[in-house]
């Protein structure tokens, strides 16, 4: 079992930095891929960032990449998502999750364990 909690959200200036935080709760969070999902009024979840268990490899959303980095520490049992050179369409409640198979990194139905979220809002 893999309880996370995400934290780091706010609102900040489009051209602005963020950087969230999963902090997740159990032995096994170091053998699973993590992935970051958003959410943002009226549309459907959708994939932003995900990483391998070791860190060894990282994916990312087209929408994101170049601006936005997955990172984790599994001796802190945290899970990272620098946001660089936010845009207002990056606005959404922003959750990562454990990616329980290790492949199709994009797709949710592979993912348990998910956080409660946090929001970032970005204005222009």
């Known amino acids: 079992q893999v309880q996370l909690i995400e934290s780091g959200g706010g609102l900040v200036q489009a051209g602005g930095s963020l950087r969230l935080s999963c902090a997740a709760s159990?032995?096994?969070?170091?053998?699973?891929?993590m992935g970051w999902f958003r959410q943002a009024p009226g549309k459907e979840r959708e994939f932003v960032a995900a990483?391998?268990?070791?860190?060894?490899?990282?994916y990312y959303a087209d929408s994101v990449k170049g601006r936005f980095t997955i990172s984790r520490d599994n001796a802190k049992n945290t899970v990272y998502l620098q946001m660089e050179s936010l845009k207002p369409e990056d606005t959404a409640v922003y959750y990562c999750?454990?990616?329980?198979?290790?492949?199709?990194?994009?797709?949710?139905?592979?993912?348990?364990?998910w956080g409660q979220g946090t929001q970032v809002t970005v204005s222009s």
């Open positions: 159990g032995r096994t969070f170091s053998t699973y891929g």
């Open positions: 990483i391998t268990w070791s860190g060894g490899n990282t």
């Open positions: 999750a454990a990616n329980l198979y290790g492949r199709r990194w994009a797709d949710d139905v592979l993912y348990g364990y």
